[in-house]
């Protein structure tokens, strides 16, 4: 069965971005572009919210073809492209959209659907809303959290509304050269 698994980078004090969206605060370097391809290369199916799926869209689509893209924007791009799209969203049209499957409703059922079919592991980067909704309903099998090494005070809260009593296990944390350190957690 495939395994729905989170990828968020966090604030030492719990945020995902800041007041305003932001997400300046986050540090990444090859170290860490290198661990998220090796999440990637387990991973065959993208999930997104509708902002963090037109954010990802308008970048990822043609950033390994740029004159100064790094190797982490060809490796990622391509991946990206080559992946299969889940869109949870009530607005989004998919008019044009290739390799792309938009939810619109019954998230649990169509979640566990995908979980099914034949494939590897679906991935969400970002998408704190979605996460926050996945997460309440059981859905996610899987967390990395990127803990930065970083306080802003206020923001969106990693789990903000989160049902109380959601038992994990830490499976592995991994320190980064950047002062990162990634969390691996599974639900008990």
Not at 86 to 91: E, G, K, M
Request: contains cysteine; glycine residues 8%.
């Amino acid at each position: 069965m495939r395994k729905l698994i989170v990828a968020m980078h966090t604030t030492l004090d719990g945020f995902v971005a800041g007041q305003n969206g932001e997400m300046n605060w986050i540090n990444v370097n090859d170290e860490i572009f290198e661990f998220v391809g090796k999440l990637t290369d387990q991973a065959d199916t993208a999930l997104y919210g509708r902002i963090t799926y037109e954010m990802m869209n308008s970048y990822w689509v043609t950033a390994g073809d740029k004159p100064n893209a790094t190797k982490h924007d060809i490796e990622h791009s391509r991946w990206y492209n080559q992946s299969t799209k889940v869109i949870l969203s009530t607005t989004i049209t998919d008019n044009g959209l290739d390799k792309t499957i938009i939810i619109r409703n019954n998230l649990a059922d169509n979640i566990n659907k995908l979980k099914q079919e034949d494939g590897k592991n679906i991935v969400i980067f970002g998408s704190a809303t979605a996460t926050h909704t996945l997460f309440n309903e059981g859905l996610i099998d899987e967390l990395w959290i990127f803990v930065n090494p970083v306080v802003i005070g206020h923001g969106l809260p990693l789990f903000k509304g989160a049902k109380q009593n959601i038992n994990l296990t830490l499976v592995e944390s991994k320190q980064f050269s950047c002062g990162v350190i990634g969390l691996h957690y599974t639900k008990k």
